[in-house]
Nanobody, 116 residues
Framework: QVQLVESGGGLVQAGGSLRLSCAAS????????VGWYRQAPGKQRELVARISSGGSTNYADSVKGRFTISRDNAKNTVYLQMNSLKPEDTAVYYCNAEVPSIQNYWGQGTQVTVSS
């Protein structure tokens, strides 16, 4: 089993920055990738950023150049550094751990609100 806990969300003005954290615990050896997703009210959940166990990354076009996903293996934590935040970034942000042939695991989410 894998448990994920997100933190770091909050209220920030447009142009500001936040760093989200996703801490993993349990049996984490089989995780092949971790992604950050977000969901705004009335909209579908979308992939924001993803990092594989090998370190490869990918980003949604809407956040390229502003967001950076990274990891600290010693702390079993994945981060999402969000800079130049825009009101359209407002959403609940979720961490997801991929475990092939088993299932994906989700955290509880953390709210990010960006004011104009």
């Amino acid at each position: 089993q894998v448990q994920l806990v997100e933190s770091g969300g909050g209220l920030v003005q447009a142009g500001g920055s936040l760093r989200l954290s996703c801490a993993a615990s349990g049996i984490i050896f089989s995780i092949t990738a971790v992604g950050w997703y977000r969901q705004a009210p009335g909209k579908q959940r979308e992939l924001v950023a993803r990092i594989s166990s090998g370190g490869s990354t990918n980003y949604a076009d809407s956040v390229k150049g502003r967001f950076t996903i990274s990891r600290d293996n010693a702390k079993n934590t994945v981060y999402l550094q969000m800079n130049s935040l825009k009101p359209e970034d407002t959403a609940v942000y979720y961490c997801n751990a991929e475990v092939p042939s088993i299932q994906n695991y989700w955290g509880q989410g953390t709210q990010v609100t960006v004011s104009s």
